[in-house]
Each structure stands twice: as structure tokens, then as C-alpha cells.
């Protein structure tokens, strides 16, 4: 089937690990762990199904009743002070007495349950028998409406439905009997109270009397309403005089001032704009003109010149006659508005004082009158409320009714199997992932990338998957055995993200090591050197772990002379290589034997071999011991230049690891990066983590394996 392409970390200049995990490593670690999840909630479930196996089940019965809105007024006093049945005050008052004490005792009575078989189990008749009924009952509003709801819950369905219709009727029949009570009561309050206010009223109706009689007034209303209204009549008219008045006295003093300049009454007229000056005038022109035609056709001794000029002289004479009328009219009308103003003027003083008299009679008239009428009404509302009371006595109203009977449940409400088993698996869920992400913290082995460059700050250049095979040759050589398979495709992976770094590119000298032996360095190392040989690289593939050596194994040959050897001079390098059918590159294996190997490889001898292998190879691979453990690895730090950690997957702890690269940088050689070996792709965890790394379309068939096996 078609593989997953090999996962290659991101570079990371800055050198810094990588934040907290992101979603899909967590759903990875669920995955991981997923047998862990399904018991805890396997777990929890079996548990909340057996705890409600186990519970004694439990019956509601539920019974509605009606508040209505409207509530029956007694008294005025009573109205301003009384609650509507839509006030929460009001509503909560119900909802609590239902749930009193002295309720649940009068409930407990009338519905016959104090000896009932069952109602109150080891609790007899009491104080004690109702505050455990108190515990099987609950009373709760209905949002936006007037309902109440009584709920009562018991072991026995027939108990429960009788226990809320009890406490349903017992409340309403309350309600009616302190509602009738209330009625009677007030009956015969409001008619003591008549009796005074029609005493009251009788005294002040007599009062008013006698006051009427003593101002010699029939109606001082009526009287007040005549005075007021001369008085504005008055007011109007003397406003209309002196604004006459005025108007003919600045006329006047015009005329006047002109009479004593010396000017004539005729010229002083025809400022007055009067008819009949204007037609006298008018007359004396005309006649004027006249005049002047008969002159011209008569002389003066002729008849009609004589009768002209005496016309003449009589139209002159009326029209100084109508002047000085005019003038003396003017004079006297302004002395008429004079006198009219000041007459106006003192009636107006009457009146005013005379409109006083009466408002001071006025005052103590409308206080009494005002009593009076109070009075009146107070003893009328008093009335009609005693007749409202008595009839509401005689039938009250039910202002509480039911709406609903309880009826006997035919199911248990409690325990619900259902609720009870989806609220344990829920709890099992969250406590199935809190145990998974518990033991992932707690387990400090390396599973995935991520956790791999938090810890170590380095970057995981490539991810070989779990080789399945028990040969060790067929491990260490997949890469040239199987050219096409995932290791091998894994392996061009790593050995591309060491040529993608300048500096590792110039490095000729490569070690590759781990924390502790058996991470696969071995196979790591063998596979990196098959792969830089056939890239056309001359490779030496040199074995350095002289306590441990592989090497001889890998290539299927007996152990034979080799690092060891040349290190003491028995032998040269040369000497000491393995053959073999891959082209391009040299192995030169450990050795037979080394008696003090941390002496041999820290010693003049290696560091003078490198140099001459550095002429003659484009690559060296180390398979190096351990960090950890022995000091070897630690040794041969000085003599290469680069080194490639190894960790292996679900077996390399991470505090051990971070040791061990600590302890490499501490010896001033840069570390290219890490590799994840031994990755089983097989697994659903692994294969949904590491298939998001690649989706290019290049894949590749290998032979499956059937064998298990642990790489070196």
C-alpha cells in the first residue's frame, strides 16, 4: 500500500524549541493512548450505571394552581396601600406560605397521609413528619403567567400525586376562609366608620347654613361670579375712556398751542379733518370760482354780479362759523372723556373693594363648603364599600383555583438511566483525556517531533520508520537493500537536510551517536553512509564504538582487525577494511579487541588517521558509543565536525537525552540536528501524526516484513 513520505522538521535559525503542542499532536496523543481513554470511561460508565441500578426510584407528581390578577378593594385607604397579584412581592408570598410549615401540616391532615403505609418511612406523626414531607415537596413559578406549580416527589406515585392535590386544595381552601373572615371583619368596620361620617356630614351641612344666613347671601358663588363680572366691564369700559381720552387730548393740546400762536380758526380746521368744515369749504371754493365766471360776463352793478357776491360773502361767513365750531367741539368732548375717565375710575375703586368683601366672605364659605363636600364623599365610599364587602362576604371569589391535578407518574423520574449514563460517559470522556494527557506528561519517552525539539532546541531532520526484521544486515542496509522503500526514502530525506546547511556540507567528518545504545545509531549511521555513496560520494563508514562493535555484523563478516588495531599501529587502515558490494563505500570496523578503549580513541593515533582519511574520503560516518554511560563518545568529540543525534521513538527519555546533547554543546561541536528512529507507521496514532508531513505525490511499494525487531 502506498506510505506516508518521511517528516522533515522546519528549520529553526534562532535555535528556539517550538511552543506548546498544537492540535493535531494533541489529537495524536489521544490516539496514542486511546485504550487508556476507553477504560477510565469504560470505567466511569459501569460505575454510573450500577449507582443507578442501585437508587431507589423515585415518582413526580405535579399539580398547577391559578393566582388570579384581580383582588376585591375593601376601602379607599386600602386601595392605595394594597398589592396587585402581579407584584413579585405578592407572588413570592404564595410561593412561600405553600411551602411553610403550618401549609404542609394542614395538607398532611386534610389529605388523610399521616398514617398512610409508606408516606414518611421511620418518621411517625409530627414536627418531624412534616419536615420530611417538607423535603418531597417543591414549589416553583411558571415565567410569565400566574401559575404556580406544586411538585411533590416520592417512591410511591400513588403518595406523590395525593401529596401536591392535598397541599393544592388545603392552600385554596385557606385562601377562602381568610378571605371570608377578612370580608366579615370589614363589614362591620366600614359601618362603625359610616355612622361617624354621617354625623360629620350632618354638622357641616348645618354649619354652612348658618353661615349663608349670616352673610345674607343665597349663593356666594353666584354673587362672586356678578361682582367679577362688573368688574371687568368696568375695567374694559375705563381702558376705552382713557384711551379716547388720550387721543383727544393730544389733538387738543395741537390745536390749542396753534389758537395761542396767533392763527386762524379756519386754518386750524382744516387740520381736524371734520364733514362739515370740509363741505363748507368745499362750498365757499365752488362759489369762488363761480364768482370769477360772472365777472368776466357782468359788471358790478348788474343783478346777478350783485346776488354772486352776496352768495359769496353768506359761504364765506358758514364756513368760519363751522370752523369755530369745530374747535369748541374739540374742546368740549376732551372735557367730557375727562370727567367719563375720572366717573369710570371711582366706580372701578367700588367695585374693587366690594370684590374684596365678598373673597374674604369667600374664604371661610369654601373651606366649610370643601368639608362638606369631602365629607360627603368619604361617607358615600364608605357606603358602596360596605355593600361591595358584604356581597364578597356572602360569595367570596376564588382568587387561588386549581388547574391542574397531580396525577400518579407512570415512570420514575429519578434515577434516568438515560441522563445517568450519557452524564457518565461525558464524565468519562473528560477524565478518559485528563488520565491520557496525564500519563503523556508523565511519560517522558520521545513520540513525536514536537517533543523532540521542545526538549533538545534542535530540529528533527528526518523520521526513519521501524525496519521490520530480525536481521541485522537487512536493518542496517536498508537503504542499498531495498532502494525504493520507506527507509531508503527516509534516509535521501536526512541526507538532504544535511547538504541543506552550508556549514554541514563543508563537514567531512560525521559522528552519529545516541543516548544509549540500542536507539539505532548503528542502523542511522549505515544507512546515512549507503546513501552519501550512492549520491557519488567517497564514504568511509567508520565503527568507533571499540566496546560494542556492529560493523562486522552489519556486512555479515567475522570480527577481524580494524580501528583497534590501527590505532596501535598493528596494522594501516587500509588493512582493516571490510569487503563488500556497494559502490563508493569503505567500512572500516571496530576491531578484535581494545583493551582500554577511552585511552585509544582520546590518543594522538585517531586524530592523525582522521587527517589523512579527510584526503582521501568526501564523507566520513562515525558509528559512535553513547553519550551517556561511558566516555567514549564524549572523547571523539574533539576530533569530528559535525555529530547527528539519534533518538528512538518510545524508548529515548527525555530528560537523559537533554543530557546528553548538553554535554555535546558543552564541547564546542555543533550538532546538525536529530533524527526519530524506529517510528512504527503501522500505528493508527503514528500514521495520522506523520502522514501530514507529506502528501507529494511520489510513492513508493516496499516488501513487508514479517518480523519484529529492535534496531542497534
Request: hydrophobic share 40%; net charge neutral.
Amino acid at each position: 500500500m502506498a506510505r506516508p513520505t518521511p517528516y522533515v522538521s522546519e528549520a529553526r535559525p534562532d535555535g528556539e524549541a517550538p511552543s506548546f503542542f498544537d492540535g493535531r499532536e494533541a489529537i495524536a496523543i489521544v490516539i496514542e493512548r486511546a485504550w487508556l481513554a476507553i477504560a477510565v470511561a469504560a470505567a466511569v460508565l459501569l460505575y454510573f450505571w450500577y449507582d443507578t441500578h442501585r437508587q431507589t426510584p423515585y415518582y413526580r407528581s405535579k399539580a398547577t394552581v391559578l393566582v388570579e390578577a384581580q383582588i376585591p378593594h375593601l376601602s379607599s385607604f386600602q386601595e392605595a396601600a394594597a398589592f396587585g397579584a402581579r407584584n413579585i412581592e405578592f407572588f413570592n408570598t404564595h410561593i412561600k406560605a405553600l411551602h411553610s410549615r403550618t401549609m404542609m401540616e394542614q395538607a398532611i391532615a386534610d389529605g388523610g397521609l399521616a398514617d398512610r403505609p409508606g408516606f414518611t418511612p421511620g418518621v411517625g406523626p409530627g414536627p418531624q413528619q412534616v419536615e420530611a414531607a417538607l423535603r418531597f415537596v417543591r414549589i416553583s413559578p411558571v415565567e410569565r403567567s400566574r401559575l404556580i406549580e406544586i411538585t411533590a416527589e416520592h417512591p410511591d406515585p400513588e403518595i406523590a400525586a395525593d401529596l401536591a392535590n392535598a397541599l393544592a386544595r388545603s392552600y385554596i381552601q385557606q385562601d377562602l376562609d381568610n378571605r371570608m373572615g377578612v370580608s366579615i371583619e370589614a363589614v362591620e368596620w366600614l359601618r362603625a366608620r359610616a355612622e361617624e361620617f354621617r354625623e360629620r356630614l350632618e354638622e357641616g351641612l348645618l354649619a354652612l347654613q348658618r353661615y349663608r344666613e349670616e352673610t345674607q347671601s343665597v349663593s356666594l358663588e353666584e354673587d362672586q361670579n356678578i361682582v367679577l363680572a362688573r368688574l371687568k366691564d368696568l375695567n374694559n369700559a375705563l381702558t376705552g375712556a382713557q384711551t379716547a381720552r388720550i387721543a383727544v387730548e393730544t389733538e387738543w393740546a395741537s390745536i390749542r398751542q396753534q389758537l395761542e400762536a396767533g392763527e386762524s380758526p379756519t386754518d386750524i380746521a382744516l387740520l381736524l379733518e371734520q364733514d362739515g368744515v370740509r363741505e363748507a369749504r368745499r362750498q365757499w371754493r365752488a362759489q369762488e370760482q363761480a364768482m370769477e365766471a360772472v365777472r368776466q360776463r357782468y359788471l358790478s352793478g348788474h343783478p346777478d354780479y350783485r346776488e354772486a357776491e352776496e352768495r359769496l360773502a353768506l359761504l364765506r361767513r358758514q364756513f368760519e362759523q363751522a370752523a369755530e365750531q369745530a374747535v369748541e367741539a374739540l374742546r368740549e368732548r376732551y372735557a367730557v372723556l375727562r370727567e367719563r375717565e375720572t366717573n369710570l375710575r371711582a366706580a372701578l375703586r367700588a367695585q374693587e373693594q366690594e370684590a374684596f368683601d365678598l373673597d374674604r366672605q369667600l374664604v371661610r364659605y369654601n373651606e366649610m363648603r370643601r368639608n362638606v363636600e369631602a365629607d360627603e364623599k368619604v361617607y358615600q365610599a364608605v357606603i358602596a364599600r360596605m355593600n361591595e364587602a358584604a356581597l364578597s362576604g356572602s360569595l367570596p371569589a376564588s382568587l387561588i383555583r386549581m388547574v391542574d391535578e397531580a396525577r400518579p407518574a407512570r415512570a420514575p423520574f429519578r434515577p434516568n438511566p438515560r441522563r445517568a449514563l450519557l452524564r457518565g460517559g461525558a464524565i468519562g470522556a473528560v477524565l478518559g483525556l485528563a488520565a491520557v494527557f496525564g500519563l503523556y506528561f508523565a511519560d517522558h519517552r520521545f513520540r513525536r517531533n514536537e517533543e523532540v525539539e521542545r526538549a533538545l532546541g534542535l530540529g528533527v531532520l528526518a523520521t526513519l520508520p521501524l525496519v521490520r526484521s530480525r536481521s541485522l544486515t537487512e536493518r542496517a542496509l536498508s537503504a542499498h537493500l531495498a532502494d525504493a522503500g520507506d527507509v531508503a526514502e527516509s534516509v535521501r530525506t536526512l541526507r538532504a537536510s544535511l547538504m541543506m546547511d552550508p556549514e554541514t556540507r563543508a563537514a567531512r567528518c560525521l559522528m552519529v551517536t545516541s543516548t544509549h545504545a540500542g536507539e539505532g545509531k548503528t542502523l542511522v549511521a549505515t544507512n546515512l553512509a549507503v546513501s552519501f555513496a550512492q549520491d557519488g560520494q567517497r564514504t568511509l563508514l567508520m565503527g568507533v564504538d571499540l566496546r560494542r562493535p556492529a560493523l562486522h555484523r552489519v556486512f555479515g563478516q567475522p570480527r577481524k582487525p580494524g580501528l583497534a588495531e590501527v590505532l596501535k599501529d598493528e596494522i594501516s587502515w587500509r588493512g582493516g577494511l571490510i569487503e563488500h558490494e556497494i559502490p563508493g563505500l569503505d567500512v572500516l570496523p571496530a576491531g578484535v579487541y581494545a583493551s582500554r578503549p577511552a585511552e585509544q580513541l582520546g590518543g594522538r593515533g585517531l586524530s592523525d588517521l582522521l587527517a589523512e582519511l579527510r584526503k582521501t574520503y568526501d564523507r566520513i560516518v562515525m558509528d559512535a558509543p553513547p553519550i551517556l554511560g561511558v566516555s567514549d563518545g564524549l572523547i571523539l568529540l574533539a576530533n569530528v565536525d559535525r555529530v547527528l543525534f539519534v533518538v528512538r521513538f518510545g524508548a529515548t527519555h527525555s530528560l537523559s537525552a537533554r543530557q546528553a546533547v548538553r554535554r555535546i554543546t558543552h564541547a564546542g561541536v555543533p550538532c546538525a540536528g536529530v533524527v526519530m528512529n524506529g517510528v512504527n507507521l503501522r500505528s493508527i496514532s503514528n500514521y495520522y501524526y506523520y502522514r501530514r508531513y507529506g502528501t507529494y505525490g511520489y510513492r513508493y511499494r516496499a516488501e513487508p516484513a514479517t518480523a519484529e525487531g529492535v534496531a542497534e
